[in-house]
């Protein structure tokens, strides 16, 4: 009798940390504003599923669901790739762009050294009133 009372003590227990670690959201609009996502309605055939606005909805055998979260993480990883790689491509055109701006002006710089260094001093005034 009382190893049914500790089990049963054990099981409430294990049972009420299980149901209070699990997150719970009256609507599905509430779960959306947790995790910060946008979520709305994609109709496939007649088939109605709240996700992700851009979380594609396949076809796998035979049955529609939404792209599963492995396949998903990893589009949003190879956007934001694609996004950095095309900052990074115009940064790097950017700074070729200032570096060839930067030689420009040193070249300027050394001309205008050269003809101050071959031109003879200009006359110093010393005339005095």
């Given amino acids: 009798m009382k190893t049914l009372w500790i089990l049963a003590a054990f099981g409430f227990l294990l049972l009420s940390s299980r149901a209070s670690s699990i997150e719970e959201y009256r609507t599905d609009a509430e779960a959306a504003a947790a995790y910060n996502v946008t979520r709305k309605h994609k109709v496939v055939d007649g ?18 669901r939404p792209m599963d979260m492995d396949s998903y993480i990893a589009l949003k990883f190879s956007k934001l790739q694609a996004q950095i790689d095309e900052l990074r491509k115009e940064t790097k055109a950017n700074v070729d762009d200032i570096k060839a701006q930067i030689d420009d002006l040193s070249r ?18 010393t005339t005095r009133p």
């Fill in 108 to 125: 300027k710089i050394d001309q205008v050294s050269r003809r101050q260094a071959a031109s003879p001093p200009a006359a110093a005034n």
């Fill in 47 to 64: 088939h109605v599923f709240y996700v992700e606005e851009d979380r594609p909805i396949e076809k796998v055998a035979g049955l529609y």
